[in-house]
């Protein structure tokens, strides 16, 4: 089967996109899984109350949940990919039924493994993420396929009741490499310092 | 200080005093009376995984969000675990895991035997400390050290119950 990958220019391209959401995130703590979500938190601008990821797939909706559950007076965003949720996706049936209302997922999804050489995912055919977490129960899901829908969508995951989950279906891109700290303890440390949880 | 023969009631009065309020599970025959306890319980959440991986990502979450969660499973959820077991390790994030054993004393079921076997290498393999421990008054202090080990070192412990304690039985059997 031929499949032709979404390379043209009228799809969401992550990088800008990203930088945009986050620009009006508030007070919101972000929980973006490895690879390309990492990339793009850290490229939009490096933050101690970003929760950067480098290994786990398939554990930022479950890590972003036990964030939500600890700081319930905090909104809580994961960032993740197509290809991660996919991998955890039983973790949406977990995170509507403990229905933390502070939760919120942004899914990008290119349709691809991107790190590895944009091999095709699943979602590229017939899955269909936001109907997967309607029908596990989460609050209120959505996709949105265009740049503009932007102002929305920050609204919906930064202050619609939780847990909602967003798919944005993104271009196929050529990114710059932009990599935050690797050191796990140094992240976990900044992150809890931020938090008030660690002295120093 | 030697525990009842009521361990669950021991280890629920371990996760009080240690301010555990979260408990992630993918339920064992042999955790039914603890996770009883833990459902009708005030001030320690339960939460239903659909794997047990995801309890080491709630776990890690909730250390790295200013709380503490723990996971209680069979034996054979730690095989699901492995992997995710590197989030806690990376992060210096403790990650205390209360595991029911099967493939051991008596075991009647020959799919539970590899994994049963497997379970204490492969944690430890992936810098997990184990507590094995084989009598029902000594569950409750073990798991109380096993805590403290993970939560005041920053590391992840397993008490591994063993079915000893929990009592081999074929399907059909009460």
Known sequence: MTRTPHKSSNRIQRRPFVADLLARRGEALVVPGLGSPTWDCFAAGDCAEY????GGMGLAVPTALGV??????????CVTGDGELMMGIGSLAVVADQAPDNLAILVLDNESFGETGRQRGLTSNRADL???????????????????????????????PGPVLAVAKIAITEDPWRLPQKDGAT?????????????? | MRGSSNWSEDVLRAIEARKITTVCTI???????????IETHKSVRLVTLSTEEEGVGIATGCWLGGGR??????????????NALGLPAAFRAPCLLLVTMRGQWGEFNPWQVPMGQAVRPALEAVGVKCYPVDRAEEIGE?????????????????????????????????
Do not use: H
């Not at chain 1, 939500?68 to 965003?77: M, T």
């Open chain 2, 27 to 37: 339920p064992d025959g042999g955790l039914t009376q603890l996770l009883k306890l």
């Open chain 2, 69 to 82: 969660a723990m996971l209680a499973m069979q034996s054979s959820g730690v095989g699901n675990c492995i």
């Open chain 1, 51 to 54: 929760l950067y990821s480098w």
């Open chain 1, 68 to 77: 939500a559950l600890a700081q319930p007076s905090r909104r809580v965003l």
């Open chain 1, 130 to 160: 936001a109907a997967v977490g309607k029908a596990f129960g989460l609050k209120t899901t959505r996709t949105i396929t265009d740049a503009g829908a932007l102002p929305e969508l920050a609204d919906f995951l930064f202050r619609a």
């Open chain 2, 142 to 174: 073990t798991f109380a050290a096993a805590a403290d080990f993970a939560f005041n070192s920053r590391v992840s412990a397993a008490v591994l119950i063993a079915q000893r304690v929990i009592g081999a039985k074929g399907f059909g059997q009460k």
């Open chain 1, 187 to 200: 992240i976990a440390f900044r992150f809890r310092r931020a938090l008030g949880l660690e002295d120093a």
